[in-house]
């Protein structure tokens, strides 16, 4: 996706409604024009007064499996694949609101969140987007897992994952995308969450995931995925690719470089992108709105 580009937003309201993976709770999530400048917030419309949560990785808070903002004791949970849809379809400002604190899991992808984007169709706006581009390497984790980011190979952002799950049905997977719409669209926004079956089992005797099913993301026995089917051979190292843009995301604008992943996760995507933004010129407080 080449940075050279005015800021684009949606051309009209639209709705995307489920339930939380893990509380699940029933939400809807309604996708907002906003102003050139103003960058990505969800707003939690279903409280007394709605509080809006600008997208902005010191807002991250710790929790297992996803990426939860928080300000004070308001918060939005699994944010990373409606931030991977706006992102990866080069949509730089949106409000997001949504009536409950946890955003709906859908199939486990960004699919839902794409197809409702493009129904609302998206628009060019006045100002040019100034995004954050890496001059040196970046490097975080250790032996077993870490995350690294490059100068650009080209004009936008790449990403290589490598996914090493060791014998069984996951196996090691790795994969190079160059992050534009289309790839997104094509390649990486279908791509479903996938846990093994033991790691399913844990979580719902801890009286979390009660409401999901097979059927709603990728759970894996010995023999593959249970009750499902794979939408791309290599299915779960694309779903990797596709939480690291929604991650990077919480940037607030978009990235250029060369990102390259293994065994990385939601805390070692955030804290690539708050060494990024500290590395970077650019004023991220004057592309939002007050």
Not at 80 to 107: K, Q, R, T, Y
Not at 153 to 180: A, F, H, M, N
């Amino acid at each position: 996706m080449s940075s050279l580009r005015c800021q684009r937003t949606i051309a009209q309201r639209v709705a995307v409604s489920g339930f939380g993976y893990w509380s699940g709770q029933d939400v809807q999530v309604e996708f907002r024009p906003a102003k050139a400048g103003c960058g990505v917030a969800f707003v939690r419309g279903d409280l007394p007064q709605p509080v809006r949560l600008p997208v902005d990785v010191r807002l991250r808070v710790a929790a297992p499996r996803r990426t939860v903002l928080q300000i004070d004791d308001i918060r939005v949970e699994m944010v990373e694949h409606i931030l991977a849809a706006l992102s990866g379809l080069g949509i730089d400002n949106c409000e997001v609101w949504v009536d409950a604190a946890e955003l709906p899991g859908c199939d486990g992808s960004s699919q839902a969140f794409v197809e409702a984007l493009d129904r609302a169709g998206i628009v060019e706006q006045s100002l040019p987007v100034c995004p954050l581009r890496v001059n040196q390497q970046l490097q975080f984790g250790d032996e077993q897992a870490w995350i690294e980011i490059n100068p650009p190979r080209g004009e936008g952002l790449s990403i290589e994952y490598r996914l090493d799950y060791g014998p069984g049905p996951v196996g090691r997977q790795s994969l190079t995308v160059e992050i534009t719409p289309e790839t997104f669209r094509h390649g990486l926004a279908s791509c479903r969450t996938f846990l093994l079956e033991e790691e399913a089992r844990l979580l719902i005797s801890q009286g979390l995931g009660g409401r999901v099913t097979p059927s709603d993301l990728l759970i894996f026995n010995a023999a593959g995925p249970i009750a499902n089917s794979l939408r791309f051979a290599d299915e779960c190292v694309r779903h990797k690719i596709l939480d690291i843009v929604g991650d990077l995301a919480l940037a607030n604008c978009p990235i250029v470089g060369h990102v390259i992943a293994n065994r990385s996760g939601h805390q070692l995507n955030a804290t690539l992108v708050a060494s990024v933004i500290e590395q970077s010129q650019d004023s991220l407080a004057a592309r939002r709105c007050a």
